[in-house]
């Protein structure tokens, strides 16, 4: 039992928010999740630690290289009775620890744009050799599906008469920019998706994540939702490193792991946009939320300031807006955001003050 209330009452929501056939359809699963350790990996984990042996989980694998280091949470999974943890690089690990698995979540990346511009070529082979490993380990196998985790980045830099962005949109990308190795890996991964399942019969979800935050972000990220949350717990301004004019939608974590959930047990090849539809809003906007909240609950009175980051290519290729349009997920597993994003920097600060800023 998780003693952060905010995770607690988060993990509750999730639960919730299954219907009894997806609830049913965990029971006796083996799951397999690859690079768990992330911040999108957090409360999956949590959410099967908490809950897994009441819906009949079988066994869960996880699989991570802790490039930045191993969470401190992790140690708590490793005494978990459910959990096998592994340390290793899905590139090169044997699978074989986890051959029962029917259920698979790959989720091994690194998708924070500091980090995979310092390693594009780990950031590479994790989306596509990664990948097409567990295909060909698990293809026989008779497994019940594979979620891979892509990105809203296959979109590149949307046209504006494409956003909100639909699923069919082909996406503007540069093929050969400081950016392209996470786009580009990503694009050609869903290749290997979309193959393996009409070539082979191979069962694969793949899902498109906007702007995820929430508690599992470490505040060292170097993404703005992390860099905003370090700012306020330091009691120093928040800095932002470009001219705040950029649109995002930010969906709370708890948001983006029930939707990851009903796109793994769906078990059918499709993709689906994740995200929060409905509040499209600037990086300067997002600031400010920040802002206002970091006073209510810490007395916070920072400024905003506006910096060239040290990374040169920090604002290359990046784009202006970025907004998805649901209808596919609204209207095929019947979900829908339900934390705005306010009351989502809410919980995440609340999160950070109860665990400590060094929480992950």
């Not at 930045?68 to 899905?90: N, Q």
């Not at 959930?261 to 090849?269: F, V």
Request: with cysteine; proline share 5%.
């Amino acid at each position: 039992m998780t003693e952060n209330k905010i995770l607690s009452e988060d993990l509750r929501r999730i639960a919730d928010g299954l219907t009894e056939r997806e609830c049913s359809a965990l029971s006796g699963r083996s799951i397999f999740i690859t690079g768990f350790a992330g911040s999108l990996g957090f409360m999956l984990v949590q959410f099967f630690a908490e809950y897994g042996q009441t819906l009949g989980v079988k066994r869960i694998y996880v699989l991570d290289n802790y490039i930045f280091g191993k969470p401190k949470w992790v140690h708590a999974i490793e005494d978990h009775p459910l959990f096998t943890v592994r340390e290793g690089d899905v590139t090169r690990e044997n699978l074989s620890f986890a051959g029962d698995a029917d259920l698979i979540f790959h989720m091994a990346s690194l998708a924070s744009p500091v980090y995979y511009r310092l390693h594009p070529i780990e950031t590479m082979d994790a989306d596509v050799i990664g990948l097409r490993r567990l295909f060909d380990f698990y293809g026989d196998r008779g497994i019940f599906n594979l979620l891979f985790y892509s990105t809203s980045e296959v979109y590149g830099d949307p046209d504006p008469t494409m956003v909100p962005t639909p699923e069919s949109y082909w996406g503007n990308v540069n093929s050969s920019g400081p950016r392209s190795c996470y786009d580009e890996s990503k694009r050609y991964a869903e290749t290997l998706c979309y193959n393996f399942h009409h070539q082979k019969g191979f069962p694969v979800t793949v899902l498109r994540p906007f702007n995820s935050f929430g508690p599992g972000l470490r505040t060292n990220d170097k993404r703005a939702p992390a860099d905003f949350a370090m700012n306020i717990l330091r009691n120093e301004p928040i800095v932002l490193y470009s001219d705040g004019k950029a649109t995002r939608t930010f969906c709370y974590a708890s948001d983006t792991t029930l939707a990851s959930l009903k796109c793994a047990l769906y078990a059918q090849y499709d993709i689906f946009n994740i995200g929060n539809d409905v509040e499209e809003m600037t990086i300067r906007e997002l600031a400010e939320i920040y802002r206002s909240v970091g006073n209510s609950i810490f007395g916070y009175n920072g400024s905003i300031l506006f910096r060239e980051h040290a990374d040169k290519h920090y604002n290359t290729d990046n784009p202006q807006r970025r907004c998805p349009d649901l209808s596919k997920i609204k209207t095929v597993l019947n979900y829908t955001p339900s934390v705005d994003t306010r009351t989502g920097v809410e919980r995440y600060l609340m999160y950070l003050k109860i665990n400590g800023i060094n929480e992950v």
